[in-house]
């Protein structure tokens, strides 16, 4: 069965309200089999900090300093609340944020939401509206949630705000993302968990890495 299709864009326009899409640019559609999200144990309470999953990711690493790194904490059910500072660095358009960048704090906060559900997962589908230009200096939050999983697939959405400095208003939706998340185990970096950083790790980054 397919669950993702693609059409001709259509209109893909917030309304006047700045909150509501008229219509998406694809047909992602929830596959008839979704099951709701059974939160795993291991995923903190709503409120609480969610750790970064490794600390070289360039989304959330803390030893990354060319990353973005994002902060999470744990919203309601199956979903996370992300941040980061839309440093100058990430530059696009004179002014404004770099689309791939809006794509890598989806994907990063879309994947962090899977961990209510998952230990781990990677990315297979992602698919962005860049609704609204994002300014430099700004602080953009990402809420993802987990929609529902079948079997091995995580599916999640997003939307992101700026929450502070330049254009801040938290009423307004600047983009939202729709992905599709594969539960994997630790066999999937089996072959390369060893050269991180692209060159042969120490015994304990590559033991850390394990765990990703
Ligand atoms: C880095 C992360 C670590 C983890 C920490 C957690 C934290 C999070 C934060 C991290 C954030 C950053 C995260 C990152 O940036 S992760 C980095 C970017 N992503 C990758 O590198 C993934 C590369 N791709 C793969 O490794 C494989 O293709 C995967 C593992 C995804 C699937 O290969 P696998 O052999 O395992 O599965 P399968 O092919 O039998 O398919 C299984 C099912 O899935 C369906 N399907 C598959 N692909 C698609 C598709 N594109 N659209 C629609 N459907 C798709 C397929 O039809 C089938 O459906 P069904 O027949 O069951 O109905």
């Keep these: 069965m397919v669950d993702i299709t693609f059409c001709r864009s259509e209109d893909r326009r917030l309304d006047r309200t700045g909150l509501h ?3 998406m640019s694809s047909t992602w559609t929830l596959p008839d089999d979704l099951q709701a999200p059974t939160i795993v144990p291991e995923f903190p309470a709503s409120g609480e900090p969610l750790p970064r999953h ?3 990711c360039f989304g959330c690493g803390d030893d990354q300093p060319s990353g973005i790194q994002m902060t999470f904490v744990v919203g309601d059910g199956a979903s996370v609340v992300g941040r980061f500072e839309v440093a100058r660095r990430y530059q696009g358009g004179p002014g404004v944020i770099h689309g791939g960048i809006l794509g890598t704090a ?4 879309q994947g962090m939401a899977c961990r209510s559900v998952a230990l781990a997962v ?4 992602l698919e962005i ?4 230009p ?3 200096d700004s602080t953009l939050e990402i809420t ?3 929609d529902g999983t079948v079997r091995r697939k995580v599916y999640t959405s997003a939307e992101a705000r700026i929450v502070a400095g330049p254009g801040a208003d ?3 939706v600047v983009g939202t993302s729709r992905g599709l998340f594969l539960v994997i185990d630790q066999t999937h970096f089996e072959k390369v968990k060893s050269m991180v950083d692209a060159v042969p790790a120490a015994a304990g980054t590559a033991a850390e890495a394990s765990s990703f």
């Design 21 to 23: 899409y008229r219509s």
């Design 144 to 146: 993802a949630k987990v």
């Design 129 to 132: 509206d860049f609704a609204r």
């Design 134 to 136: 994002i300014p430099l």
């Design 122 to 125: 990677v990315t297979a589908h």
């Design 54 to 56: 490794w600390s070289l």
């Design 106 to 109: 989806f994907d990063e906060a």
């Design 170 to 172: 938290p009423d307004v």
